[in-house]
C-alpha cells in the first residue's frame, strides 16, 4: 500500500514562488509514475505535471510550462513542485499522485492514478 503526504502550500502574494512536496512510502516508487494534480473550486481536478516511470521524463500541462519545475529523487521516495511566477488561477488544493501500471497516454488523467495524498493547499492572492 502506497501513502504519500505532501507539504509545502501556503498563502503567497502573485507572483512569488512555493515549493511544494510529497513523500511516498510503500510501493515502489522508483518504478511508478508520479504526478502532481490540483483542484480549484467547482473544477475538476488536473494534472500539472508528470514524471514518466520509464524514463523520469517530466511532462507539463501547458499551464504549468516555463513556471514550475518537477523534480524526482528516488533514493528518498521524494518527489517536489517548484512553483514561480503565481497566478490566482494557480490557487487549488495540489496532489501527489502514483501509480505503477497506468498506460502513457493516461498519465494526465486523474481517474488513471491510484493512490493519491492528501492535498496541501495553495493560495496565491492578487
Known amino acids: 500500500q502506497v501513502q504519500l503526504v505532501e507539504s509545502g502550500g501556503g498563502l503567497v502574494q502573485a507572483g512569488g514562488s512555493l515549493t511544494l512536496s510529497c513523500a511516498a512510502s510503500?510501493?515502489?516508487?522508483?518504478?511508478?509514475?508520479i504526478a502532481w494534480f490540483r483542484q480549484a473550486p467547482g473544477k475538476e481536478r488536473e494534472a500539472v505535471a508528470v514524471?514518466?516511470?520509464?524514463?523520469?521524463?517530466?511532462y507539463y500541462a501547458d499551464s504549468a510550462k516555463g513556471r514550475f519545475t518537477m523534480s524526482r529523487d528516488n533514493a528518498k521516495n521524494t518527489v517536489s513542485l517548484q512553483m514561480n511566477s503565481l497566478k490566482p488561477d494557480d490557487t487549488g488544493t495540489y496532489y501527489c499522485?502514483?501509480?505503477?501500471?497506468?498506460?502513457?497516454?493516461?498519465?494526465?488523467?486523474?481517474?488513471?492514478?491510484?493512490?493519491w495524498g492528501q492535498g496541501t493547499q495553495v493560495t496565491v492572492s492578487s
Open positions: 499522485a502514483v501509480d505503477s501500471t497506468l498506460i502513457f497516454s493516461s498519465m494526465f488523467d486523474a481517474r488513471a492514478y491510484d493512490y
Open positions: 510503500g510501493g515502489t516508487f522508483s518504478r511508478s509514475t
Open positions: 514524471s514518466w516511470r520509464s524514463t523520469g521524463r517530466t
